[in-house]
């Protein structure tokens, strides 16, 4: 977490371990699969010690202009002569037997694609990872596609947390009517998105002409339970909400940035590989925390492995480690471009739910139109290193208040020159000095609006740390929210 105004904290070593035995994959869900090729660029991607220890030759220097991701020290090498040829026979080997044991459950994305059928009864294509028979209607509270995607996306939260229900006759996201509705309704909802239940619900007013109204029916989606309507009585529609989220114990902060009190960002998490932090994280319900899908490198089989993470929450010093939760599932945006950092997002679900507390609680998710003007004061935290290239992460968690910042300045010729794309949001301070850092990938970007905490940004790369023209670029939430979703629903 770099700062002008922040004196670097006393340093906390990353040590790295020797990887253990390959054991099953059976807890990584992961969207691209085997075979994809590494970044070119440049990154500060999980430090692993290989599986064969040779000779090493420092890698050259990186040119700042260059993409950096925001996940730890990126002092790659480089290796050379017969201890070389045996790290290349043994990855070569390595690749042989996971293209036994695995081959089938990694590749089944790429041999689906093929295989997949637009439905031919809805506006939108179904997603090229998943089979579905020649006649699925998406949306219609039946699931057709061997992993559900016909039922996925069907549920989005408008402004005032209003419900909007896609429907199987045309696609189109339509207020629910108020009418009926009750909390066994809002219940169903909620757990169909993968949170436990529902938190509030109420009648709020809507201009929209036309709505959907409850009808009886055995379907375990919502978007079985409705019916298109001329209109909703006295125009009310439903507003839901699945958890309470976004609320923050302690205000008390130095403007600027330093260090974080407790219960003051209490979604913020820490994810620990084999007794280490290596990136940041968010709470977003009991089970569920979203992070960045590139601390999860393709080149380290091992960092897939969920029983070598630890997640821990509602602390802010790495001196003083509450109870770790364990992961049961890693799962990776099947969208995710390690060449370009684009929709870097992950969801790691554990293996018992969180309780929450003063000291932990979940950011929460914007609604589907909800965005932050350029100028507006949001907040990233994290334990990342104060300065570009330490070795080190912080002690103690760190906050520092960003500027965001129009993705057309941040696209321009000075800054990063087109590499902003529609799903990533600039964050920090043009003149330098702002901004996050190594070890802070993952983290939270939240913006206080109406009195609670929303999650607008997932941290994810740069150039360099706090350096002019050359701000936090971060996920944009938003423009993931479908995939979120989604996914939380196919873990139930």
Known sequence: MANQYTNEPAPYSVAVHTLPPLKSYEEVVYGGGLGQTPSAYPQYAPQYLPPVVVNQVPQSSIPASRKKRRCCD????????????????????????????????????????????????????????????????????????????????????????????????????????????????????????????????????????????????????????????????????????CVDCGQQQ???????????????????????????????????????????????????????????????????????????????????????????????????????PVSFNAKVQPACLPTTNLNVPPGADCWTSGFGTTEAGSGTVSRDLMEVIVKIIDTRVCNGRYVYGGLVTKHMLCAGDLSGGKDSCQGDSGGPLVCRIAKRWYLMGITSWGSGCGEKNKPGVYTKVNSVLPWIYSNMQREI
């Open 74 to 241: 990126g002092n790659a090498k480089w290796y050379g002569g017969s201890g070389g040829t045996l790290l290349v026979l043994g990855l070569l080997a390595l690749s042989i037997w996971l293209g036994v044991q695995f081959g089938t459950r990694l590749v089944t994305a790429a041999i689906l694609h093929n295989e997949i059928n637009d439905d031919k009864n809805s506006n939108q294509p179904l997603p090229s990872y998943d089979t579905c028979p020649n006649n699925t209607v998406q949306c219609d509270g039946i699931s057709d596609c061997k992993l559900g995607s016909d039922e996925a996306d069907c549920v989005r939260f408008d402004k005032d947390n209003s419900l909007k229900v896609r429907t199987s006759k045309d696609g189109r996201f339509l207020p629910v009517c108020s009418k009926d509705w009750d909390k066994t309704s809002a219940d169903l909802t909620c757990r169909q998105l993968g949170f436990k239940g529902s938190h509030v619900t109420k009648a709020i007013t809507s201009q929209e002409s036309i709505g959907l109204t409850l009808t009886s029916s055995s379907s375990s989606f919502i978007q079985g339970h409705v019916s298109v309507s001329s209109s909703c009585p006295d125009q009310k529609t439903v507003s839901l909400q």
């Open 250 to 352: 302690s205000t008390a902060r130095i403007i600027g940035g330093s260090e974080a009190k407790e219960g003051q960002w209490p979604w913020q998490v820490s994810l620990h590989y084999k007794g280490n932090h290596i990136c940041g994280g968010v709470l977003i319900a009991p089970y569920y925390v979203l992070t960045a899908a590139h601390c999860f490198p393709r080149s380290n089989a091992f960092s897939l492995l969920a029983e070598n993470w630890r997640v821990y929450f509602g602390f802010v010093s790495l001196d003083d480690l509450p109870k770790a939760y364990l992961v049961q599932r890693i799962i990776l945006s099947e969208n995710y471009d390690s060449e370009t950092n684009d929709q870097d997002v992950a969801l790691l679900k554990l293996k018992s």
